[in-house]
């Protein structure tokens, strides 16, 4: 199904289905979902917290994104000028997406960089079976000068490289070749992991829940990660909805991306967590997992084999952070162009060269400028505060609210039913979760990411 820019507009587009589907759950699929989902379900009883996990994906995540597919197809715009069309009261909720996205991005490749040395670090037999060891090499990377910034540099080169050459032919072509990818990775090492003596274990704790084991904290980590893994509330999907043509089923699409990015999810647990159990590492290991103690359990299959399955990992690793970073400098590029009226590779050029530098900062801080805090956190973790428990949450709140509340009903249900082409028999059901339900569900994410619940 080919799609083009409508008659006398310059605007790139998406030139398939697919193409967006890719590239919206690339934005989606990233590091959350192959790092963060193992180590919160490790530590925080397994069944119990993918249980609650999808009741929140189902509830916030197809209603959240509707909401913002709407607006971005809506206007053609990217975030701030999306809002500022439509309302202007609500442009700062446009502002604080872009904020949120430079700001993630200032810290973000610091990560994709680590996965990118970890390619390397395997292809040169580095992975030990010892934990303790594995944790004073990841010590020594993230702790290092030179090194990390090399590997961010690295890896942000890719980014603009690709960012560079537009949507259909940037983006939507590499999305297409890296989602694919990515798949056939991770269905190689759920392979590997479910033939592991004793998998069996780690798959009735990752699915088999455990009532007892939820608690508000356990609930907490679950609705928090349901919000932050779908790209939600930075602009990320108004950004790229922008580019869609107004023939597509919104809802579809809507409901296509949380499943592909929930599965991908479930799919990074049930290589981890099987694997984890059948080599008797501890599970709740929290952020190390993935960079010290799956290297370790690597390294148990044995030099050629370890290698190879680490290779493949890795290179998971980074393909699921470079989808998500490419939405994400996306976002900031679209509003140069879209406000200030540059072209393309002036707004990547500039804007990645401010963002390497942030990168900088952000990488040392863990090392030589440990000492330097703010609001008594060193600027690599204040920039994740800032961005996930703050800006993300208060976007997504007002998105929702204005959606339910303000643009109007008959509006929106044109916009989202294509003019009534489309049927949507839960439209109201949609419109009572964006007016209530999935507010108050961003305001606990919310009061909890600042520390009151």
């Known amino acids: 199904m080919q799609q083009q820019p409508t008659k006398g507009s310059s605007r790139d587009q998406f030139v398939s289905k697919v193409g967006f589907i890719f590239a919206a759950a ?11 989902f193992p180590y919160l379900a490790g530590k925080n009883g397994g069944g119990a917290f993918v249980l609650f996990y999808l009741i929140c994906v189902i509830v916030l995540g197809f209603g959240l994104m509707l909401a913002e597919f709407v607006i971005g197809r809506h206007t053609q715009l990217s975030s701030v000028d999306a809002f500022k069309k439509l309302d202007k009261r609500f442009t700062f909720v446009g502002g604080m997406g872009v904020l949120a996205a430079f700001i993630i991005m200032g810290y973000y490749p610091v990560v994709g ?19 303790a060891i594995m944790g004073d090499v990841f010590g020594s990377l993230v702790t290092g000068i030179l090194s990390p910034i090399f590997w961010t540099a690295i890896y942000m080169l890719a980014n603009i490289v690709i960012v560079a050459k537009g949507i259909s032919s940037g983006i939507e072509k590499a ?23 004793g998998s069996i274990e780690g798959l009735k704790y990752l699915f088999l829940p455990d009532f007892s084991k939820i608690t508000g904290e356990v609930m907490m980590a679950a609705l928090g990660q349901a919000f932050f893994s779908l790209s939600l509330g930075m602009g990320c999907m108004i950004t790229y909805s922008s580019y ?58 044995g030099p050629v084999l370890g290698r190879v399955f680490g290779i493949i990992f890795f290179l998971l690793l980074t393909l699921a952070a470079l989808t998500s970073s490419l939405s994400l400098l996306e976002v900031v590029v679209s509003y140069l162009i879209d406000n200030k009226n540059w072209e393309r590779k002036k707004a990547v050029g500039f804007s990645s060269v401010i963002l390497f530098l942030i990168c900088i900062a952000a990488s040392l801080s863990m090392g030589v400028w440990s000492d330097f805090h703010l609001l008594g956190m060193n600027i690599f973790d204040f920039l994740d505060w800032l961005a996930n428990n703050i800006l993300l949450p208060l976007g997504g709140m007002f998105i929702t609210l204005f959606v339910g509340w303000f643009w109007g009903k008959d509006k929106v249900k044109a916009e989202v039913t294509n003019g009534g082409e489309i049927n949507f028999s839960l439209f109201n059901v949609w419109i009572f979760l964006c007016r209530w339900v999935i507010p108050i569900i961003i305001g606990l994410v919310l009061l909890s990411g600042i520390g009151i619940i």
Do not use: C, H
């Not at 690339?26 to 979902?33: E, Q, R």
């Not at 990118?116 to 934990?131: E, H, M, N, P, R």
């Not at 999305?175 to 759920?190: D, N, Q, W």
């Open 244 to 301: 869609l043509s107004k023939k597509e089923n919104l809802v579809q699409n809507a409901t296509i991306v949380p499943v592909l990015d929930t599965a991908i999810a479930l799919l990074a647990g049930v290589v981890i967590i099987p694997a984890t159990v059948s080599f008797g590492f501890d599970l709740g290991q929290g952020p190390g997992l993935v960079f010290v103690t799956v290297p370790a359990i690597f390294a148990t299959m």
């Open 26 to 36: 690339g934005s989606a699929i990233g590091l959350g979902n192959i790092w963060r």
């Open 113 to 131: 960089g680590w996965s990118v040395a970890y390619i390397f670090k395997t292809i040169l037999g580095q992975l030990s079976t010892d934990a």
């Open 175 to 197: 999305s297409k070749v890296m989602i694919p990818t990515l798949l056939g990775l991770l269905a190689i090492l759920v392979i590997r992991s479910l033939t592991l003596p």
